[in-house]
């Protein structure tokens, strides 16, 4: 497929464009008079008749699709009533087979100049402040339906600068999932920089992996790893030369929490808790979100300046509009552990949740859908009013962080990292 040409009436803008790792490959297409980010998964491939292998062969391919397509229309409708053009949650609007390939349409965002964790860092902390609560209540919609992000990351919140605030806006859903009921450990695709300890120890149990035990508590611990590298321009301290992701420090005995930063100290003590081993230990994100608006309401604080080690953001991202994007590698940081146990300890179980009902394949976006009760129950952050008219924002382009890989490749290299420090 190539620009000009249509797919199931979506008219491709440009020549399509391989992500990161070579996992899907997107463009910009039109329908109705309105632009849209279209996705080509690469895989799975769905074999017809004339296809070329044995027929068990393509019946098991065939299988593999039906699970594909059931997941994402499932998430699909499960994020339908909390979902609108122009709000800050971009979830899937259209989701179809074409030939062989899956695509997947979602509302196509304009934002500006690069903008990454130590330009947020720089930031008045007011500004901080607001991208915060906004990122916190769209994963408590996404949480308030029992649906898991499952690939929260700096370069997954898209921050925009408006004529009087900053907005963020949450994306990326392939990885989605009901709580409790994840994919298979083999089958588990995403970054392993912002992992929580049990995801670590789901991928690590393999086929004895217990589903039941990941819910949504893991998606407040990469929320803890986001709110830390904005707050300071970096992941929390820890000892790297030992261990290369967060989560397998924490499950070592590691205490994580952000670096010495000017925020307040109910600030910092709230990412710390998201921070915690235990799922059941850290707070649920309603109580992150309430404690962000209890914050706001306690007053301005002094703008915040940027930390010593990072640079300042550019003084001329400051009025327009912003996007973050792939960072460098993290530099090492001081050690901050307690003594390691022989054995990483067990990861608190979450409840099991039944999965929901069955879903029935979506239309096309022509309008959009009016926010349901859980979008409602609690008041979103408010809302800065339009930029005025200017020149056109440059387009976002999807990002992947380096280490994103896909399942054949991660869960070996995550079980070589968690079996250097846990022979058994």
Known sequence: MKQGDVINGYEILKDFTVVGAGLSKWTFAAKDGREYFLKEFLSPTYP??????????????????????AHHRSIQEATRPVSSLGGNLIVTLDFFRWGAKYYKVTEKVDVGDGFDSADVAALDFDDQLVIFKSVAHSVKVLHDLRI????????????????LAYTAKLIDFDSSYVAGEPPPPDEIVGTMNYYSPELVAYIQAGDAAEPARLGVAADVFALGLIFAEHLTGALPTYDRDRYRYPSIAVREGAVLRPADNPAPPELND?????????????????????TLLQIGRDGPR?????PSSAPAAPSALRGKGLRTATRPAAPGFATETRPA????????????????????PA???????????????????????????????PEAAPVEEEGEAPASSLRGSLLRQVRERDPE
């Open 302 to 306: 002094p703008a915040t300046p940027p």
């Open 363 to 393: 239309p096309a976006p022509t309008e959009a859908a009016p926010p349901g009760p859980a979008a409602t129950a609690e008041a979103a952050p408010p809302t800065p009013a339009p930029a005025a008219p200017g020149p056109a924002e």
């Open 148 to 163: 898991v992000h499952g690939d929260l990351k700096p370069s997954n919140v898209l921050i925009k600068r408006t004529t």
């Open 270 to 290: 709230l990412v710390a808790r998201m921070l915690l081993l235990g799922p059941a230990a850290r707070p649920t994100i309603a109580e992150v979100h309430a």
């Open 48 to 69: 017809d008749d004339d296809a070329p292998g044995s027929e068990t062969t393509k019946a098991r391919k065939r299988r593999r699709c039906a699970a594909f397509e």
């Open 341 to 360: 146990p022989a054995a990483p300890p067990p990861a608190v179980a979450d409840a099991a949740v039944p999965a929901p009902g069955s879903v029935t």
